[in-house]
């Protein structure tokens, strides 16, 4: 017998040959074996004869990882029936290379939300394996009330003593490159100085105590120098705290990066007789070293005077150099120093004190009007960083005054300055404080809401010739003088164009900012933008030796200039870009691209360069910062990045306030917008406060009450459409309302 069963009849040679188609063999009898008996009837197909076959099995798109692994074919159940039948765990966790291969760019596997969400779930799980029972307990009835998880993950890390900011998954995604079909992507590839290709972080390489806590706080009982010898110059003249003489030590705030003073900036420095230019009884090692910080760190970026004139000055070679303009100086340049000797805050008062005193006393003509100019303006910033508003104020509208008289902007276009043309050195000087003024000022009016200034300098962009050595080679100060002349020249060619758009957002007119952008302006003057950035000298793009005047530069590269169409963006009509080739080239695409390299940028800036813990000017790359991270905080759990970065410009400004009262009031608006948001814990936002008041207590109290300017904008986004209820006063004051109702009173007694 055969295995098809029993045999049949073998056809005869006559009816093979006969004409017509030959008979077929008998069908085979199905075998009667024990695997027939076990199939069910479900599984099998009628076939014509009344036969029937087993029916094939259905396509699945997945395999559990133990089918997967022993090549057997699973149905993609939940519980697989092999895994079933085995008893054994089923589990779904690869991803097959052909469906990865068959995702376009940009897809995602899973929903971002739901993800996340698991993600703070399981980082909950394990944050309450390291608390006591009764903050677990708290922790289940603050998830009881409606609380987001993220909110008290964001919580329990900080109580933990640990970073309040991202689980290391989310720190991961957050660094990210875009993808090629992303605005961002066309940005970065054809406007890399403006929009570069950063390396990806390695995120285990970051310090992660440096970035998201501010600077520690140590005592010291005496000022000392860098040497480490007590500085002589603080003597009972200059009184320590004031009105406060029982407090005799201050905060000194010790950078986790350790910071050392730059070197002799030059060696006319090494000549200096300080007491011939101020009665503030200070040694001249103090001056020298106080003065080399300043110009080596935020001379660049604010040059109301030529340098070597200056320096000639101080040692009696030149006329560019006063006594208002030494005090006014060193005022400011104190501010930078506290950051090292938190006492050179007092000395700082004392010298804007002095300068208050011969501002009074000042003439105006020649090189000491050109001086005057330059010392009223340290004057002013000095105030706004001491918050002393109204000083600010006169400060402001004198020197605004002066400079119109000298015609050094604010004039018709067919006037030029009132200077002697033959006086080069005058016209030097001059045409320096002008244009320094200029892009100071329009930095001043994009924070302020206000237009400073109606025409530019009449005078050209200063461009000086520096001469080479003998033998060829530029000596380090012909190479620093270059640098500083083609910063300041790309400087100015970049507030012209804000200054456009400030004509137009501040006008005299009074349109509404929210109004007055169009989108077809904005698009212009974005393109002008792009265009400054792709002609812009390589030592200043982004790289691992470009200087921190550089990194500043680009952060005052991200203006607000689409913010309001942002909010007209909405419903059928969607504005687009004709520029780009991207399909989402649009406003809210360019923000979104900007504030992604922005974070970039602020996260290198803070993890790099030492003068983040003492260079004020950088703030505006916090401040605009802190706003984007609150507008993603409203965006709900599916951008849980927000509070890394927003937890970095806080611990920034506080790292600040130790030089700057300034920071304080900034940092204030900034928690009051985020309680307000419902994106901070009250705690920790009443932790920061106290914080700040701590570090803060060194300031000389008495220059003023106010903590900030009046008109300092801090909520952006609010001020699109009531600029008068985004000024940090106002802030400020919602976040002692707040205190008074005891928002953080748990806090209170706990520490």
């Known amino acids: 017998m055969s295995r098809d069963g029993p045999l049949r009849p073998i056809p005869s040679k006559d009816q093979l040959d006969r004409p017509g188609p030959r008979p077929l063999l008998a069908p085979p009898t199905p075998p009667t074996t024990s695997s027939s008996s076990n199939t069910s009837s479900a599984d099998l197909v009628p076939q014509r004869g009344g036969h029937q076959r087993k029916k094939r099995r259905a396509y699945v798109a997945r395999a559990c990882d133990w089918c997967k692994q022993k090549k057997m074919a699973c149905d993609g159940e939940k519980t697989c029936s092999e895994c079933r039948r085995r008893r054994i765990d089923c589990a779904y966790t690869a991803v097959s290379e052909s469906i990865l291969k068959a995702i376009p760019p940009g897809f995602r596997l899973v929903n971002t939300s739901s993800a996340d969400g698991d993600e703070e779930a399981m980082n909950l799980l394990v944050l309450f394996r390291e608390l006591s029972d009764k903050d677990a307990l708290e922790a289940l009835d603050e998830l009881k009330t409606g609380r987001r998880i993220s909110d008290v993950n ?348 400030l004509q137009l957002m501040y006008g005299p007119q009074q349109k509404a900012y929210a109004e007055a952008i169009s989108a077809a302006f904005a698009e212009d003057t974005y393109r002008r933008l792009l265009d400054w950035a792709d002609n812009l000298p390589l030592e200043f793009a982004q790289g691992n030796r470009c200087s921190h005047h550089a990194m500043v530069l680009q952060y005052v590269f991200f203006v607000d200039l689409f913010r309001p169409l942002i909010r007209h963006n909405t419903g059928t009509t969607r504005l687009g870009l004709l520029s780009f080739k991207t399909k989402d080239a649009g406003p809210e695409a360019v923000y979104s691209a900007s504030v992604h390299q922005l974070k970039r940028i602020v996260l290198s800036y803070r993890q790099t360069h030492p003068e983040s813990s003492f260079s004020l000017f950088w703030h505006s790359a916090l401040l605009y910062l802190a706003n984007a991270m609150l507008r993603e905080a409203a965006g709900g759990p599916q951008n849980p990045e927000w509070r890394f970065y927003f937890r970095l410009c806080i611990a920034s400004y506080q790292t600040l306030c130790g030089g700057y009262r300034l920071a304080k009031g900034i940092a204030q608006g900034l928690l009051s917008m985020a309680l307000d948001r419902g994106a901070m814990d009250p705690r920790e936002a009443g932790a920061v406060r106290r914080d700040l008041e701590r570090r803060g207590r060194h300031h000389h109290h008495d220059v003023s009450d106010q903590v900030v300017p009046e008109s300092l904008v801090v909520d952006l986004d609010l001020a699109v459409t009531d600029p008068s209820a985004a000024q940090a006063e106002k802030l400020i004051r919602k976040l002692k309302e707040l205190q008074v109702q005891g928002v953080d009173e748990g806090q209170e007694t706990r520490a």
């Open 154 to 501: 964001a919580a329990l890390r900080t109580r933990l003593g640990g970073s309040p900011g991202l689980s290391q998954n989310a720190l991961n995604r957050a660094m990210m490159p875009p993808t090629r079909s992303s605005l961002e992507f066309e940005l970065m590839m054809r406007h890399p100085i403006a929009y570069p290709t950063w390396a990806p972080v390695e995120t285990s390489k970051l310090d992660l105590d440096y970035i998201l806590l501010p600077s520690k706080v140590e005592w010291a009982k005496a000022p000392f120098t860098s040497s480490g010898k007590v500085m002589p110059g603080l003597t009972r003249r200059v009184p320590p705290f004031g009105a406060n003489p029982s407090v005799q030590a201050s905060a000194a705030l010790e950078s986790p990066n350790p910071v050392v003073v730059p070197s002799v900036y030059d060696e006319r420095l090494l000549q200096i007789d300080i007491g011939k230019w101020t009665s503030i009884p200070v040694t001249n090692e103090f001056a020298m070293t106080v003065l080399s910080l300043y110009l080596e760190t935020d001379h660049p970026l604010t040059p109301l005077f030529d340098p070597d004139l200056f320096l000639d000055g101080l040692i009696g070679r030149s006329r560019f150099c006063s006594k208002l303009l030494v005090s006014a100086v060193l005022g400011w340049s104190c501010q930078l120093y506290a950051s090292f000797e938190p006492d050179a805050t007092v000395v700082g008062c004392a010298f804007y004190e002095e300068a208050k005193r011969l501002r009074k006393k000042r003439e105006g003509h020649g090189a000491e009007a050109v001086c005057a100019v330059a010392a009223l303006q340290y004057m002013a910033i000095t105030a706004v960083s001491l918050g002393a508003g109204p000083e600010y104020l006169e400060c402001l509208a004198e020197m605004l005054a002066l400079a119109e008289t000298l015609r050094l902007f604010n004039v018709a276009p067919t006037e030029g300055p009132t200077m002697d043309p033959e006086d080069q050195d005058l016209q030097q000087a001059s045409a320096q404080v002008a244009w320094a003024l200029f892009n100071s000022l329009t930095l001043l009016s994009m924070h302020i809401h206000k237009r400073m200034i109606e025409h530019p300098p009449p005078m050209a962009i200063p461009d000086l010739f520096i001469a080479s050595t003998a033998g060829g080679k530029p000596t380090k100060q012909a190479k620093r003088r270059q640098y500083l002349n083609d910063f300041l020249k790309v400087n100015c060619k970049f507030f012209l164009i804000v200054h456009d758009m």
